[in-house]
């Protein structure tokens, strides 16, 4: 099992920038991968980005690409979301999560472990 513990939430004004951090604890951080996900009121958690064993393989959904960036390091135990050029539509509360079974990376249901989530607000 996997403790994820997310931090860096917050309000900001649109255009500006959040970085998010997730501190992991359990298995050893570079046996498995992980995601960021988000959901908004009234809305379904949807994929924002996922990132392999190490930081050469990610994956970003199309309505965070060239603005999110995900990225990890297995010495610190860390995984990290970039975020720049906020926009309001990205308020939401953002949830990182730990796979082991390497199934497909843009579903929730793939994801073994999660945190508990981080506000981020972007006003307008």
């Known amino acids: 099992q996997v403790q994820l513990v997310e931090s860096g939430g917050g309000l900001v004004q649109a255009g500006g920038s959040l970085r998010l951090s997730c501190a992991a604890s359990g298995r050893t951080f570079g046996s498995y991968a992980m995601g960021w996900f988000r959901q908004a009121p009234g809305k379904e958690r949807e994929f924002v980005a996922a990132i392999g064993l190490s930081s050469g393989v990610t994956s970003h959904a199309d309505s965070v690409k060239g603005r999110f960036t995900i990225s990890r390091d297995n010495a610190r135990n860390t995984l990290y979301l970039q975020m720049d050029s906020l926009k309001p539509e990205d308020t939401a509360v953002y949830y990182c999560?730990?796979?082991?079974?390497?199934?497909?990376?843009?579903?929730?249901?793939?994801?073994?472990?999660w945190g508990q989530g981080t506000q981020v607000t972007v006003s307008s």
């Open positions: 999560a730990a796979t082991f079974t390497m199934g497909p990376m843009t579903f929730p249901s793939s994801y073994d472990s």
